[in-house]
T-cell receptor, first 111, second 113 residues
Framework: DAKTTQPPSMDCAEGRAANLPCNHSTISGNEYVYWYRQIHSQGPQYIIHGLKNNETNEMASLIITEDRKSSTLILPHATLRDTAVYYCIVRSNTGGFKTIFGAGTRLFVKA | GAGVSQSPSNKVTEKGKDVELRCDPISGHTALYWYRQSLGQGLEFLIYFQGNSAPDKSGLPSDRFSAERTGGSVSTLTIQRTQQEDSAVYLC???????????FGSGTRLTVV
């Protein structure tokens, strides 16, 4: 699976949009982009995934660039409870299903 | 239940003892994964199962670690002759076929003293 690069940490004001970037320049055609988050002392939580089209669900939006080499997770109105480590992963849905989690981005939402 | 269940939630064991960690995946999920997370660190992949078979055991850190899955459901991760460096949170996740994301359990916090 391709590797991803994320900033180690980011700050966001409560009520504002949080835009978390991810670089995956070596992504291949059959790899999807997945986002998870891990709130302190809990297991990771699935947020959203996509292949090449932008996706939106009740938690977030995922914007993937046309060349698919990078993506942005958007939390439209961040709350204090969104403070967590956010992991961006690329994963192929053919063959093996091993998913490697990197260090992620630690998002601090401040009042 | 609706989620992935792990037991025990906490385990304190003496160095050299064997421990068994249990994972009950979501019913119908064919894939099951074990990760561990040391304090302040990221997730380290250990092993995954597709049904009862484990096509990828590359993440197991040593031959003291083993895992099995029976009936395509419950999985047990066994650590023999525990060492202090085995202290970590052991996380289990499951997923259905295809594109679905993983659902993680709350983990087992293992402390080797």
């Amino acid at each position: 699976d391709a590797k991803t690069t994320q900033p180690p940490s980011m700050d966001c004001a409560e009520g504002r949009a949080a835009n978390l970037p991810c670089n995956h320049s070596t992504i291949s055609g059959n790899e999807y982009v997945y986002w998870y988050r891990q709130i302190h002392s809990q297991g990771p939580q699935y947020i959203i995934h996509g292949l090449k089209n932008n996706e939106t669900n009740e938690m977030a939006s995922l914007i993937i660039t046309e060349d698919r080499k990078s993506s942005t997770l958007i939390l439209p109105h961040a709350t204090l409870r969104d403070t967590a480590v956010y992991y961006c992963i690329v994963r192929s849905n053919t063959g093996g299903f091993k998913t490697i989690f990197g260090a992620g981005t630690r998002l601090f939402v401040k009042a | 239940g609706a989620g992935v269940s792990q037991s025990p939630s906490n385990k304190v064991t003496e160095k050299g003892k064997d421990v068994e960690l249990r994972c009950d995946p979501i019913s119908g999920h064919t894939a099951l994964y074990w990760y561990r997370q040391s304090l302040g660190q990221g997730l380290e992949f250990l092993i995954y199962f597709q049904g009862n078979s484990a096509p990828d055991k590359s993440g197991l850190p040593s031959d003291r670690f083993s895992a099995e899955r029976t009936g395509g459901s419950v999985s047990t991760l066994t650590i023999q002759r525990t060492q202090q460096e085995d202290s970590a949170v052991y996380l289990c996740a499951s997923s259905s076929q295809g594109l679905s994301g993983y659902t993680f359990g709350s983990g087992t916090r293992l402390t080797v003293v």
